[in-house]
């Protein structure tokens, strides 16, 4: 439970406060709100068109908390509900996006809308009403690294300076315009830039988070079971889905591309801080992720079938993975970042902050949660007969 003496970074008692969060229904936004609800006494007007994954936090009305957490069914496209929220709290955190690969290409217009116009008038409110923003951007900023651009045999690609990912020293690298992959990735640049600007030039309070593949139980959605049977979502949630239904899972381009996998446990971790470490986190772009957890796609399909045969006491498919090609999987348009490794310099010298999940255990608690809350709808959805 919550104790009312928790203390910042440098000594001094937390006083509670109210957090406007927009996209509290998503997945960052319900391990946020389960964390502020189980450990602090900070209290949250949670908003979202969605809120199935933060429903236990909501009912029975009896929790502990309850008093200290509301819903708000709102499309901060066109709701004037917003502004006065905002006014109502002492820090937004803006989580609202459409932020799943497959959607840059195909829905360009939308993925721009949603990450630059509607994030607008979230900057405005809380610049013009003196309010703190905590704004989630994402590591997809910094596009390709200077090394994918080396000879593949150039000695420099083992050099971290070519890739290594530093929020105030790296370029930004897209691809042309007609791969649209990039629309997500440029429309969060240029909230960013504009975010830095307020600050700049009116003083915004602000603190921008860049995320580096946050994976954990409640991301994205099941196809078929939680979620529409044709979508496609991110990686975790794709393979997982292979697995449950043991289809072998498929790696796009070959599966060479390299990420590193945070768990969203230790993630949280570093938010919090940010919202408890204002004099901190204020004016500063932060890398959160796990430069230790690296991983090319296939070795993350590899361990993730390994670890999924484990939890579930189930063989693994002969042949598990196949290659397939990323117009074919993604469509036109398609483009990939090649390496994400984030420099944790600036995150470790303000808030002390290190990640502590290993890529086998995080995959294990998390494939153990989608086993179980999954598997049984699973096979009764390929049991069921298909109508005449
Ligand atoms: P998510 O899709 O699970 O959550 C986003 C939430 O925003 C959803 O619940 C959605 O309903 C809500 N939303 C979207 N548009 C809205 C609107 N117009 N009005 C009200 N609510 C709206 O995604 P997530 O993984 O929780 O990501 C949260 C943020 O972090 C996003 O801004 C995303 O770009 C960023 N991010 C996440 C990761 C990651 O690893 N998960 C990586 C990079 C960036
Ligand atoms: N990917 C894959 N198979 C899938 C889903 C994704 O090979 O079923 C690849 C995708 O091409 C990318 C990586 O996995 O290289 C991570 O994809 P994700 O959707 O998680 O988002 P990203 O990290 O690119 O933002």
Redesign the pocket.
Same mark, same amino acid.
């Given at each position: 439970m919550a104790s009312a003496a928790r203390l910042d970074l440098d000594g001094n008692a937390i006083k509670p406060m109210t957090i406007c969060m927009i996209g509290a229904g998503g997945f960052i936004g319900s391990h946020l709100c389960e964390k502020l609800m189980a450990e602090t006494m900070h209290k949250v007007l949670a908003v979202d068109v969605y809120n199935d994954k933060i429903r236990h936090l909501l009912e029975p009305a009896t929790h502990p908390w309850s008093d200290r957490i509301q819903f708000h069914r709102i499309n901060i496209k066109h709701d004037s509900r917003l502004e006065g929220l905002i006014k109502m709290a002492d820090l937004t955190v803006n989580l609202a996006a459409i *932020?799943?690969?497959?959607d840059y290409n195909t829905r360009p217009l939308d993925t721009i809308y949603s990450n630059f116009i509607d994030a607008l008038p979230v900057v405005k409110y809380c610049s013009e009403n003196n309010k703190r923003l905590i704004h989630f951007s994402?590591?997809?900023v910094y596009g390709k690294t200077i090394r994918s651009f080396l000879p593949k045999d150039s000695p420099l690609r083992q050099d971290p300076a070519y890739y290594l990912l530093k929020e105030d020293a790296s370029p930004c690298i897209f691809g042309s315009i007609e791969k649209q992959r990039w629309s997500y990735a440029c429309a969060k640049q240029l909230i960013e830039r504009l975010i830095y600007a307020e600050g700049a030039e009116n003083g915004l309070e602000f603190t921008i988070v860049r995320p580096f593949?946050w994976i954990g139980p409640r991301m994205d959605f099941i196809p078929g079971i939680d979620g529409p049977s044709g979508g496609?979502?991110?990686?975790?949630a *794709?393979?997982s889905n292979?697995l449950l239904r043991h289809e072998p899972?498929?790696?796009?381009?070959g599966?060479q591309?390299q990420?590193t996998f945070v768990y969203i446990k230790d993630a949280i971790e570093a938010v919090l801080l940010m919202i408890d470490n204002p004099g901190r986190a204020n004016g500063h772009i932060f890398n959160v992720g796990n430069p230790n957890n690296e991983a090319t796609?296939r070795q993350?399909?590899e361990m993730m079938t390994e670890v999924y045969a484990k939890v579930s006491g189930e063989p693994s498919l002969e042949v598990p993975t196949v290659d397939?090609s990323?117009k074919e999987?993604?469509g036109e348009g398609?483009d990939?970042?090649d390496k994400?490794i984030p420099d944790m310099t600036i995150i470790n010298k303000q808030l002390g902050w290190n990640p502590k999940t290993s890529l086998w255990d995080l995959l294990e608690s998390t494939l153990t949660y989608q086993h179980r809350t999954y598997a049984e709808a699973i096979k009764q959805a390929i049991a069921k007969p298909v109508a005449s």
């Open positions: *932020c799943t690969p497959a994402t590591c997809e593949n496609v979502p991110r990686v975790l *794709c393979f292979n899972l498929k790696l796009v381009d599966g591309s990420r796609v993350l399909a397939v990323s999987f993604y398609y990939d970042s994400r």
